[in-house]
């Protein structure tokens, strides 16, 4: 049986994390064997599934390299790919469940079913829909059905237990007992999760079900309305939840929780997806770093643990700083431009060689595709200031102004502004005014980029130009003038 898998996102919100994962799950098994990986919206849900968020879901998996190849925008033999529009299947399949006596419709008023669920408890049961439907005789149904909507439910039988040898956990069994008549179609005629998951996963021939371990209480629902239908169910893969650092589930209050999050915050999608894979999976337990091609071929569903896994944002780091340092010199330019361009900054006066040379200057302190806009503020940020320890040390230096001028005005006539010539003429203004290079070369980092640290010094003169940097000196000198304990010296 050839491959099939799906990913099912329920556009309600963003591309989590955990969600994530599984798709890139569900992607790397089918990619790795030949199979087809399909995306579904479970769109069911009205009141909150929204265009905006679709649009992000599928923005976040192609960012991820994800690609589908059938769902949205791709149709295949299996059409529409969007829950909300194959109604008349879900419909279908739940007039055969009444027929075979596996269904039945319910009329019960929430009120009535809420009273009667508060009695339960009362006497000790466990509170379930207490099957006061299922038996109903046909006049009684006539008289409802001219006056009530109707939901239509399961008929459980509560004999035996329910079973299946889970890929990642082995094997899960529930007792029938402890589950109830569930609703497959709500009184406003949309099905519930379960039964359109079902009803899709078998039209769309899915041979593997992989998803988080928090559907794991809804497995046997699912395959009791597989037996009732007749129908062979997939195997199941439960992969375990993702922790925060301190243990507990995954949230917002652990920080960025969304891929398009780490996107903004300057991750490569590779790094992301190399870091996501081995949150629950190992190739070798050794072997860290991947990329999506390799992670393709060397990726086993068997391999994926059941136990879950933090999210160590330093490890993230690590492994973004790994593959960042790996792109060669053309592609790591290439996304620093993007990068740059999405934040908002206007590169297109920007030569190629000026953003070439920006990412040089940065060399390995380039961690994330942020840290341009960090190490680069001296360029990037319109609005320039010193750091207070910094102008401290300025302050201290003895006729820092009258060096940084002399320095302004070398640069001012300067002839060729190309990097070699800016550190010669720096170096010989040093010599000729008894200071060594270096301390000529540190008043002037302060005055050029507000900061102790910098790129290296003759690439932040080039990339500000003559006219900004010799501007920034002779502002520097000014200050100084007003504000240094032995003003005028
Ligand atoms: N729409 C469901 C979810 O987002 C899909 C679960 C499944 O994969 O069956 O959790």
Known sequence: MSVRVRFAPSPTGYLHVGGARTALYNWLHARGK????????????????TEESLAAILDSMNWLGLTWDEGPGVEGPHAPYFQSQRGHLYQEHADALIESGHAYRCYCLPEEIEARR????????????DGKCRGLDDAARRAFEAERPHAIRFALDPEGETAWDDVVRDRIAFRNDVLDDFVIVRSDGWPTYNFACVVDDHLMEISDVIRGDDHISN??????????????????AHVPMILGADGTRLSKRHGATSAAQYREAGYLPEALDNFLALLGWSFDGKTELFTLDELRERFRLERVGGNPSVFNTEKLDWVNAQHLKRLDEADRIARVREFLNARGHDLSMRDPEWIATLVRAIGDRLKTLADVERHGAFVLDPSFEFDEAAWAELREKLQAA????????????????AIVDLERETRALAAERGLKAGELIGMARIALTGRKVSPGIFEVVWLLGRKAAVQRLRDAAARWRMDAPRAGV
């Open 34 to 49: 030949g199979g087809t990986f399909i995306l579904r919206i479970e769109d069911t849900d009205v009141a909150r599934s």
């Open 118 to 129: 508060v009695q339960m408890a009362e006497r000790g049961e466990a509170p379930r829909y």
């Open 219 to 236: 497995t046997p629902r699912q395959l009791l309305l597989y037996a009732a239908l007749g129908w062979t169910p997939p195997r199941f």
């Open 402 to 417: 009258e060096h940084l001028e002399a320095l302004a005005a070398r640069f001012e006539v300067l002839a060729e502004f």
